[in-house]
């Protein structure tokens, strides 16, 4: 029963250090225009620092969940939170472009020795049966702080523009301080002569898998994920600058219509999401919400004001909240008895849109300040051609087979 207590006890203590962490990360995004006026750096330059961040991130969490599993996860878990408290004061104390590069690199360095190693403590702490609700309460830990740290963020510029980046530092020090008093080891870590080399085959199948994905049946349900995270990473990304460059937006401003969004949003995926799916099927409530996530960009570009810009960026987010998960679930089906497999290729994929969306985005920004939200606009409605083409096709074998 003790060994029990602790272990439940454990998964609190990270959920609530994750908690932290990314209520850090989601308070530095309405001060980010500001910040870059004041350091005068362009669109190009933030799509660079967020694809660096997502960069490394990706080609780093492998060898982390690696270490997690040779040194311990405790280890790991307190190295990502120190790196990322000094990933976020070292971003705002820089003064130069390379400082900041310097910052962001090691902000995803820091993003990928904590989740790997975080998911891996509640595998080895949670039965088979209680291992989903342990990464529902991990993803819903992730999930608040992004929705609460906007807001926060708002309030804290008010104090100094950089002061956010400090308040985010210092949860981190505080996160990683906790977890040396407090976390244990879990009682049933893998043995590392064990698990090493089937890590290191699972990193070499996994860029194997990148290389041959366009064989499998699912691929353009894969390439829809690439497409919807490309579409929305340029248009998350470039938020705070469209609105502050085009409308004038203030921290405050922008922390209100972010928090405001991700709240209808997180409710809408809590109360209603399940019902919407299993009224119209993933399908079609993919398509239309492609389809919605198009229409309420380009709107983005024809509104005017506050109020405005604010009902278009509510039902979007409302839409882009139903899309994803649905996206999630018709991958799982297709997975059927390989849903790891699915699930490392998904991953991937929405990585890969987390890079190179944020570039092009950040690009096309420096040109013109709409250019970014219509290749959004273009990419979201080329996706919901997609998935028309794709239902014709199948509903057109579905007929052949019939005769």
């Not at 790991?76 to 790196?83: F, S, T």
């Not at 090691?106 to 291992?131: F, H, K, S």
């Not at 005017?304 to 509510?314: E, Y």
């Amino acid at each position: 029963m003790n060994l029990l207590l602790r272990e439940r006890g454990a998964i609190l203590l990270l959920i609530v250090n994750l908690f932290l962490i990314f209520t850090g990360i989601g308070l530095v995004i309405p001060v980010m225009p500001t910040f870059m006026t004041e350091l005068g750096i362009g669109g190009s330059v933030v799509g660079l620092l967020v694809a660096a961040f997502s960069l490394t991130q990706f080609l780093f969490s492998p060898y982390a969940g690696k270490l997690s599993d040779s040194i311990g996860r405790k280890k790991i878990v307190i190295a990502g939170m120190l790196v990322f408290a000094l990933s976020e004061w070292m971003f705002g104390a820089a003064h130069s472009v390379v400082l900041l590069f310097a910052a962001r690199f090691l902000g995803g360095i820091g993003a990928a020795l904590i989740m790997p190693a975080v998911m891996a403590y509640v595998a080895d702490v949670t039965t088979n049966e209680e291992r989903a609700k342990g990464m529902g309460f991990v993803n819903a830990a992730i999930t608040t702080g992004f929705i609460i740290g906007p807001g926060i963020g708002g309030y804290l510029a008010a104090f100094g523009i950089r002061v956010p980046f400090y308040a985010a530092a210092a949860a981190g020090l505080v996160a990683a301080a906790v977890t040396a008093l407090l976390l244990a080891e879990p009682s049933r870590a893998p043995q590392p002569a064990v698990r090493e080399p089937e890590t290191e085959r699972g990193q070499d199948s996994l860029l194997k898998q990148l290389r041959l994905s366009y064989r499998e049946p699912f691929f353009p349900a894969l390439l829809l994920v690439f497409v919807l995270t490309f579409g929305l990473a340029n248009y998350e990304t470039l938020f705070g600058l469209f609105v502050d460059h085009k409308f004038g937006f203030t921290p405050k401003d922008i922390a209100f219509v972010i928090t405001f969004g991700s709240i209808a949003g997180a409710v809408v995926q809590a109360t209603v999401f399940g019902s919407i799916l299993n009224r119209f099927g993933e399908q079609r409530v993919i398509s239309l919400c492609l389809l919605a996530g198009g229409v309420f960009v380009l709107l983005s570009l024809l509104v005017n004001g506050f109020w405005s810009i604010f009902a278009v960026t509510l039902f979007l987010f409302l839409s882009i909240d139903i899309l994803r998960p649905a996206i999630g679930v018709q991958m799982s089906r297709m997975g059927e008895d390989r849903q790891g497999y699915v699930a490392g290729l998904n991953s991937a994929f929405t990585s890969l849109g987390n890079i190179v969306g944020p570039i092009a985005g950040g690009v096309l920004f420096d040109v013109n300040v709409n250019a970014p939200y219509s290749l959004a606009a273009v990419v979201l409605l080329a996706g919901y051609a997609m998935t028309v083409f794709a239902g014709k096709e199948r509903r057109s074998s579905r007929y052949e087979g019939v005769r």
